[in-house]
């Protein structure tokens, strides 16, 4: 079932060591071998990239090191390290022998992860998206802690940026904060699952310099990469093929061939209950309670102007939109159409120049900054294309998060909550795994939980069957339509026409201007719409 093990000769610096590693998936098919008896030694201090086509094994891979996955055969051994850079004074772990607990703690003491899609809180700003491996690390001291998180966006060169929310910067940017979040416990090996993927070539360049840099710092950084311009780059490249090591370079660029099978894509659990929300219980108090005689979301005469130094640029150009509670939504509209500005607008994330935004009959830019972060946490729950999990929390803390930081429910509470939530999207048997040992579509399914644990009356999602397959995006649609019919108002932004065609109705923007502004039309409990 294996390949041959390759010896590898000890060095006094080896902090990780991999020795004939396999995984195996189980599917419908058959088992799925993702990696076939890899070998090799990570050392301290080196930046390691790890480069191959997609399927070919490297996101795998750094699951191993990293303990998100579990092994099926073989061994990964963890050196700790001496304080002159040595492994000699320390026994090491095996990474597959730990139990999970004991993995989250090894994790928060030694490991940092940056993902490409950033996975940073919506609602927090950036300050805050910093602390929150501290704070579950029991390490959180208020003021310790926020001076920590600012130095770290000092390094990044975000400082300017701290009080931020994620929405109101670029995706380049929005990385850099990932990489600081990374750096908080002052990690000694960094893990980093193509950091550079959604970025354009000069952000890029920066992100890289980044890593290098703290590679010159002595930390361990693993990278991986399908930008084969950043091989030579690297310390050592090691490229990976159908889940075989087949080149190892040190300071050299081979383009290597990196062929292999697409991975399977596990879909969320489907159940053959019509209605996947009968174990879901609202919340029940005074600021859950709206007037549903008015809409539940008005904008009026609504512009944004962004001013540059090209000039001044029109995103909106006087908006005016209703949508009723209960309503189940689609805006499409072309790259730059003004989506993104309009879901910006509704929750609050960004003051539109003139006119006024008014959900739940509340004018929300009337609201302090404060006022409305809080608002925003209660009132909106936020779905994004890239699931925005964080990646060393399992599913359930991190569909506890919102009723920590918005203080909704009894402490006692939340875990049963949270679990309630889960089921409800079939997830309930994986509450205690990590992200990344889940497939896309049961994250975007645990990023729709998260986005209900304070039982908002506002759903907002933006491309969120984007990455999905079939399967998996119809799940989400299902859940979407039957919260809806439970009275929640949703709003999708999407390309899907499968999608829209199970929305009540279909509202178009262009050029900052709403061009088809369809009234919406009968659906029953949980249907596509006519």
């Known amino acids: ?73 073989g061994e990964v051994l963890f050196f700790p390290q001496s304080e002159n850079g040595s492994n000699g004074a320390y026994k090491p772990l095996s990474i597959g022998e730990m139990s999970e607990d004991e993995l989250a703690v090894w994790r928060g003491k030694n490991m940092g992860i940056v993902y490409q899609s950033f996975e940073l809180l919506p609602q927090l700003d950036l300050v805050n998206n910093i602390m929150l491996p501290l704070e579950f690390a029991g390490k959180y001291q208020p003021s310790i802690s926020r001076e920590r998180a600012l130095e770290l966006l000092d390094v990044v060169e975000l400082s300017e940026q701290a009080n931020k929310l994620p929405a109101q910067i670029s995706g380049g940017q929005m990385q850099r904060v990932a990489i600081a979040r990374a750096l908080v416990n002052d990690p000694i090996v960094i893990v980093a699952d193509e950091p550079t993927g959604s970025l354009d070539t000069v952000t890029a360049e920066g992100i890289f310099n980044i890593f290098a840099r703290l590679v010159d710092q002595g930390k361990t950084v693993i990278m991986v990469t399908h930008d084969v311009d950043l091989s030579p780059r690297f310390t050592r490249r090691l490229t990976i093929s159908d889940g075989q090591l087949i080149h190892e370079l040190v300071e050299e660029s081979d383009d290597g061939d990196g062929t292999g099978p697409l991975s399977p894509e596990l879909n969320v659990a489907q159940s053959d209950d019509t209605h996947l929300l009968s174990t879901y219980n609202g919340r029940s108090d005074k600021d859950n ?27 909106l150009r006087g908006v005016d939109m209703e949508i009723g509670y209960g309503e189940f939504v689609s805006l499409v509209g072309k790259s730059g159409s003004g989506k993104s500005t309009l879901l910006n607008m509704l929750t609050g994330i960004d003051h539109p120049t003139s006119g006024e935004v008014l959900i739940g009959g509340q004018n929300i830019y009337s609201l302090s900054e404060s006022a409305r972060a809080l608002w925003r946490g209660r009132n909106v729950g936020i779905v994004f294309q890239f699931f925005q999990l964080l990646p060393t929390l399992t599913l359930l803390e991190n569909t506890m998060l919102p009723m920590d930081y918005c203080n909704v429910y009894a402490p006692r509470e939340r875990p049963e909550r949270a679990t309630e939530l889960l ?51 119809d799940v989400i649609i299902r859940v979407f339509q039957q919260l809806a019919d439970r009275g929640k108002t949703i709003l999708v932004v999407t390309h899907d026409t499968s999608v829209t065609g199970r929305t009540d109705r279909t509202i178009t923007i262009s050029d900052g201007q709403l061009v088809d502004h369809a009234m919406p039309t009968e659906r029953r409990p949980g249907e596509a719409a006519a």
């Open 1 to 73: 079932m294996s390949s041959s093990v390759r010896e590898v000769t000890p060095s006094p610096n080896v902090i990780f060591r991999l020795k004939d590693v396999g995984k195996v998936y189980e599917t419908g098919a058959g088992g799925f071998e993702a990696l076939k008896g890899v070998s090799i030694d990570v050392s301290q201090g080196e930046f390691l990239g790890i480069v191959g086509k997609s399927g070919a094994g490297k996101s795998t891979l750094l699951n191993m090191i990293s303990g998100i996955s579990e092994i099926t055969w």
């Open 289 to 315: 309670t709206h007037d549903t005689s008015k809409p539940a979301i008005q904008l009026r005469n609504v512009v944004k102007t962004y001013v540059n130094a090209a000039g001044e640029f029109t995103a």
């Open 423 to 473: 089921r409800m999207v079939g997830l309930e048997e994986h509450g205690f795994d990590l992200p990344a040992s889940v497939s896309n579509g049961q994250q975007q399914a645990a990023a729709i939980a998260r986005s209900l644990a304070t039982d908002p009356p506002f759903i907002v999602a933006d491309e969120p069957t984007g990455n999905l397959d079939t399967r998996s995006a």
